[in-house]
């Protein structure tokens, strides 16, 4: 009932930055909590951040302080601001939108995903 697209991703030098966008649609009054995973060649999928309908976030240590997770529900968009990056921050980047609160959905999963965008951070 609920799709996600992403989009923004691309390739940027170490130290640069790069904003994500996802767009919702079908039953986009019925979400909750949206959020951001990600996933590496060899590592495991990680939830990068995570945010409520009301905007309590909610960060991986790995990206706290150079990362902002914000949404629009109006527009049923939710961003993600990536600063400071890293080459370790490479990865495929997944949105997803759940029903639940953010901490429900953390906890079980996400209940939408879109397909990914890839993100590829040059040392």
């Known amino acids: 009932q609920v799709q996600l697209v992403e989009s923004g991703g691309g390739l940027v030098q170490a130290g640069g930055s790069l904003r994500l966008s996802c767009a919702a649609s079908?039953?986009?009054?019925?979400?909750?909590?949206m959020g951001w995973y990600r996933q590496a060649p060899g590592k495991k999928r990680e939830l990068v951040a995570g945010?409520?309908?009301?905007?309590?976030?909610n960060y991986a240590d790995s990206v706290k302080g150079r990362f902002t997770i914000s949404r629009d529900n109006a527009k049923a968009t939710v961003y993600l601001q990536m600063n400071s990056l890293k080459p370790e921050d490479t990865a495929v980047y997944y949105c997803?939108?759940?029903?639940?609160?953010?901490?429900?959905?953390?906890?079980?999963?996400?209940?939408?995903w879109g397909q990914g965008t890839q993100v590829t951070v040059s040392s």
């Open positions: 997803a939108a759940d029903r639940a609160d953010r901490i429900i959905a953390a906890l079980r999963g996400y209940e939408y």
């Open positions: 079908g039953s986009i009054f019925s979400i909750d909590a």
């Open positions: 945010i409520s309908r009301g905007g309590s976030t």
